[in-house]
């Protein structure tokens, strides 16, 4: 009987984690679905090997137990042998009382070296674990385990990405989200298969096993939702919150999901991010700026009075400490920095223009340095 290679079905390597595994199956499994390939047995049977495959490598103990008794199968180890040592660790485990299964859509393989479909001790197929109590393979068939099981898998965490205004960055605020989540799918608890079993004196017999209906196969369904989210003051563009069991949805809440969730803060027209700073373009006219002058200058929340020096160049930097962004957590407060950005009057009447006039020729009296005698010098 050819071993059959589940890592190799998936396309994942042998040591890929449990989020690799699981979006390389959903990627295919949505790929080789049947009501995106309908009269096609390729894509039928191809879906039936992915299913097949994440039943066993997308949950940790059926993992488990692949990885140490595939080497065996390929070593020429009997299926007994096989199947008593699989029933060892099983009631080692405490897993109790085992079942009967008969094929179904699982390959001879699966049926062989795992017992059947949904066989005694394996957890959900979707990636998760049998619930305490009680050991369940697919939707529609479970059985007294008479021992305690594995804690049930969380569900998966959700990334969303919030944009908000600089002023709710500084002062914090509330924003409601709409969010699309992948919950588990309540059909077939996540397994993505629907079992068909009989019962036969003590013992429950699955006779085939298909794709759920309600979540194709996948194990997850798409849920909307909307939360109410609170930005704290002082966060930073690209600061992660999470918001714990705000994610995918599980039979039990403690086994939630987190939601990751990014803030962007949108450019503002005067203020400029630099880190936890806030830079400002401040505009002066030359004379404020030959003279010395208190103007006025805005503020996130408001204004200040400024007191520009005498003779203050354009690009000199006044800072506000602590005007920034607030402090948050470790983070310190940023500052307010203000560049002076020196102008000169254009529209000059005729007194105007005299006055400057008169002001040009007795800098040039007085011998002021031509401004620009530094970039003539010889190189």
């Given at each position: 009987?050819?071993f059959?290679?589940y ?6 390597d042998?040591k ?27 894509a ?6 992915l ?7 997308g949950d940790a103990?059926?993992r488990?137990?692949y ?24 009631s ?5 009382a085992?079942?009967e299964?008969?094929g ?6 699966f049926?062989q ?5 949904g ?6 197929g ?7 109590g ?7 068939f479970?059985?007294?385990a008479g ?17 908000i205004?600089?002023v ?12 699309v ?30 794709p759920?209906?309600?979540?194709g196969?996948?194990?997850?369904v798409?849920?909307r939702?909307t ?6 003051a002082g966060?930073?563009d ?16 403690d086994?939630?999901g ?22 400002v ?18 503020t ?9 020096l005498?003779?203050s ?21 940023g ?6 950005k020196?102008l ?13 006039q008169?002001l ?6 007085r011998?002021?340095?031509d ?7 010889p190189?």
């Amino acid at each position: 009987m050819e071993f059959r290679d589940y890592y190799k079905t998936l396309g994942v390597d042998r040591k890929a984690g449990e989020a690799e595994i699981k979006s390389a199956y959903r990627k295919l499994a949505r790929k080789f679905h049947p009501d995106v390939n309908p009269n096609n047995k390729d894509a039928e049977a191809k879906f039936k090997q992915l299913n097949e495959a994440y039943q066993v490598i997308g949950d940790a103990d059926k993992r488990k137990k692949y990885d140490e008794l595939g080497a065996d199968w390929e070593h020429g180890v009997s299926q007994e042998e096989m199947m008593r040592r699989y029933a060892r660790q099983q009631s080692a485990a405490g897993a109790g009382a085992g079942a009967e299964f008969a094929g179904g859509d699982f390959s001879d393989f699966f049926s062989q070296f795992f017992g059947g479909a949904g066989a005694s001790g394996f957890g959900r197929g979707a990636g998760g674990r049998s619930r305490a109590g009680s050991s369940r393979g697919f939707s529609g068939f479970d059985f007294d385990a008479g021992g305690v099981g594995a804690e049930p898998a969380r569900a998966p965490d959700l990334r969303a990405e919030v944009r908000i205004p600089l002023v709710d960055a500084v002062k914090g605020a509330k924003r409601r989200l709409d969010l699309v989540a992948e919950d588990e799918c309540a059909t077939c608890r996540g397994s993505g298969m629907i079992a068909r079993e009989e019962k036969q004196g003590n013992a429950r017999v699955i006779r085939s096993a298909e794709p759920c209906p309600t979540c194709g196969g996948v194990g997850v369904v798409q849920a909307r939702r909307t939360l109410e989210v609170t930005i704290p003051a002082g966060v930073a563009d690209g600061t992660q919150l999470r918001l714990k069991g705000q994610g995918g949805r599980a039979p039990r809440p403690d086994q939630n999901g987190d939601l990751f969730l990014t803030v962007r803060i949108e450019p503002n027209p005067v203020f400029a991010l630099a880190g936890r700073d806030l830079r400002v373009s401040l505009p002066v006219w030359d004379y404020e700026a030959a003279l010395g002058a208190e103007i006025t200058a805005p503020t996130v929340d408001g204004r200040v009075s400024l007191k520009i020096l005498p003779g203050s160049q354009a690009g000199r930097v006044m800072r506000l400490r602590g005007r920034g962004l607030p402090a948050r957590g470790k983070e310190p407060a940023g500052d307010l920095l203000y560049e002076l950005k020196v102008l000169a009057p254009t529209d000059l009447n005729a007194k105007e223009r005299a006055l400057m006039q008169d002001l040009a020729d007795s800098l040039k009296a007085r011998g002021i340095a031509d401004p620009r005698a530094e970039l003539m010098a010889p190189k």
